[in-house]
C-alpha cells in the first residue's frame, strides 16, 4: 500500500522548510543591521514560529513513537511473526525488546542503597540510565531477579529496521 500523498506533503514541507532556514539566516543578517529593538522583535516572532514549528514536530514524534511502541508490535503479534522483509522500503524490520530504568527522586536513597550492595560500579556522582537499565536487564534475563521497587525498571518493544537490497535490485 502506497502512501504518496503523504509522501508528497512531506516533500513540500521539507522544501519549505528549507527555503524558509535560509531566509530566516537571511533575515537574522539583516536584523542584526537594524536597530535592537526591531532585531528584537523580529527574534520573538521566529521564536513563536519555532514553538509552533516544534509543537508540530512533537505530535509526530508521538504518533511515530505510538506506532513503534504499540501499533506495530501489535501488528506482528496477531500475525504471529517477528521479523518481516519490505522490499519496497528495502528494509527488514523486527519487533525488540528494550529496557528503560531511571530512579525516581522519592525512592533515590533506597535505589542508592540498593545499587552500593549490587551493583557499585554504576554509582559515580550520578547513576547513568543507559547503564542501570542495562543492568537491571542483566540480572532480570540471566539470573531472574526483578529490580528493586525503589527503580523505575520497564521492558517495552519497538521495531527495529535495517537496511537490505531486494532481489533484482541493483544498488
Not at 509543537?55 to 501499533?71: F, P
Not at 519490505?86 to 525488540?96: G, T
Not at 552500593?116 to 543507559?130: D, G, H
Not at 532480570?140 to 531477579?145: A, K, M, Q, S, W
Request: net charge negative; hydrophobic share 35%.
Amino acid at each position: 500500500m502506497s502512501h504518496r500523498p503523504f509522501a508528497s506533503y512531506v516533500a513540500e514541507i521539507l522544501e519549505t522548510i528549507d527555503l524558509a532556514t535560509r531566509a530566516l539566516k537571511y533575515e537574522l543578517d539583516v536584523a542584526q543591521k537594524s536597530g535592537l529593538g526591531s532585531h528584537l522583535a523580529f527574534f520573538a516572532e521566529c521564536k513563536d514560529y519555532y514553538e509552533q514549528i516544534d509543537t508540530a514536530r512533537k505530535q509526530i514524534y508521538h504518533l511515530l513513537n505510538n506506532e513503534d511502541r504499540v501499533r506495530i508490535p501489535a501488528r506482528f503479534e496477531e500475525q504471529d511473526t517477528d521479523r518481516m522483509r519490505v522490499p519496497e522500503a528495502a528494509k527488514s524490520f523486527s519487533v525488540q525488546t528494550k529496557y528503560s530504568a531511571s530512579i525516581p527522586k522519592e525512592t533515590r536513597s533506597e535505589a542508592l542503597e540498593w545499587l552500593a550492595e549490587n551493583a557499585p560500579e554504576l554509582i559515580t556522582e550520578t547513576v547513568n540510565s543507559s547503564s542501570l537499565a542495562a543492568f537491571l536487564k542483566d540480572r532480570l534475563v540471566n539470573e531472574g531477579l526483578p529490580a528493586p521497587n525503589s527503580i523505575k525498571f520497564n521492558a517495552y518493544k519497538t521495531i527495529g529496521a535495517v537496511k537490505y537490497n531486494p532481489k533484482g535490485k541493483a544498488e
